[in-house]
């Protein structure tokens, strides 16, 4: 159907140049873009080596790769070069691009990955035109008509949340600068702002809760309202309105190091891109009390800890979430110190489904089961995506200030139906920000609870239900176990030292971990401490503590930017 409509989209009037062309907006890296140039094409985790090779002369290794391609924001990346070889790359594989697919057929048309594409090519057209032959230039405008087109027809069809905001903003966009196309413009800030108002909430979050995706909503949003201004539209209120309440969200969601928490398959965010947004979107507002999205923050001195308070995303919006509930990242200054494994998404499925898992995160785990499960099998934009089921359905949370910091006290019942068994974290920041002292407890409420309870234990035949809290670190902290076995120091890049040490009885180790990211190849090796016991009790305890014991030399201190600042 998609190619139906794409290739009857070809049959209406074309257009024929622009009548206005945004600024553009999309941040490239020079890195990358220099790679491409070189023929070291890295998409969604794969590496293909291909010098002098026309980008759609390679057969695509995944889904995530074909994707990649076709939505065309590699473009970014060769327009942050901007020179001779950068240009000439950028043109041959376009314009290869509108030669082979421009009616309507292949990988790339489906809305979210047209809007997308859209989107560049409007950027970097005077980038991408420099040069073109009559032939090329009249093929890239009835490329592009059709495409908007299509998009005017199937924006509907694509799954909601980040695939439709992005193919509504490819649309402003194409109605805004191109000739003839002008009549799209009114219902697509229509549909916008029917979308903002439908699937942005009154905090500012939206039901995946993934950090990284709200800034990809984000993103759009504060590029269409610069675009529809630009071409004297005023942009709908509602439209407005998100953008208003997602940046204090945001604020709340990026650590000390300008980076995103990674939380439910997001990352850290394109380098910059968070940054880029917020000054652009106008919006100074931080948020000071109570949840974002879902998360709390605790921030003092040079140091945030940031902290998944709530049940993960359920039905539809959870294909992609993580059984994180509990789970915190610590950020020092410019460097992460406690982290989350991160989403595996681009190594596989085995990769994708353990990064899901409660061990991958930095938090308490109990007999070696996630806080919520992999479900049914959904079709979710053309894959096949495995939901959360069995999560979370009571998290109280109160955040509080204390006589000499910042209190997080929060609770989950994940474990009480198959082991009886609720989970509580306390967890508490300094002043100073250079001590963060926590406590995992577990506890049967009631008599149903502690039947539940025993049931379990005497099926453990009275051993004892296990339980590990972990704490990934991030490959750039150096740990070693110290102080005769008590403690385990973690070294900074920056020189700064953490102690990380248990204040009650248990097992104390250093064992293997994985830190998973984007634009790698494979898993990075890092390590995690992991403090474990056994609940032989309806009540049991562990205590632990984070204390700076080093400081950086304030000559070298990584500096941390300023939330007003941004």
Known sequence: MHYTIARLGGLSTPATGFTSQPEPRSIGSPARGRQLVAGNILFAGHLVEAKDTVLWDIAAPSLGFSDEAHGFAWLDDLAAIGDGPARKTASLWCHEWTKRYGKGKGAGWVPDLTGRRVIRMVHHALFLLRGASAEESERFFHVMGRQTVFLSKRWSRTSTGLPRFEALTGLIYAGLALEGMGEFVAPATTALARECRQHIDETGGIPTRNPEELLEVF???????????????????????????????????????????????????????????????????????????????LSAGRSDVIIDALAPPAGRASHNAHASTLAFELTSGRRAVIVNCGSGVTFGDDWRRAGRATPSHSTLCLEGQSSARLGPLVNIGGVTRALLVDAPTDTPVELSHIADGYRFEGAHDGYVTSYGLTHSRQIDLSLDGRSVLGGDSLFALDDAQQKTFDKAFEASKLKGLHFDIRFHLHPDVDAEIDLGGTAVSLALKSGEIWVLRPLDSCQMRLEPSVYLERNRLRPRATKQVVLSSNAMEYASRIRWSLAKAHETDIAVRDMAWSDKEL
């Open 219 to 297: 993103t759009l949003l504060t590029w269409a309202a610069a675009a529809l201004r630009a071409a004297g539209w005023t942009p709908a209120k509602t439209h407005l309105d998100a953008i208003s309440r997602i940046a204090p969200t945001l604020r709340a969601l990026r650590h000390v190091d300008g980076e995103l928490a990674r939380f439910h398959g997001g990352g850290r965010g394109i380098e910059g891109r968070l940054d880029h947004a917020l000054v652009q979107s106008g919006n100074r507002e931080v948020q000071t009390e109570g949840l974002a999205m879902g998360f709390a923050r």
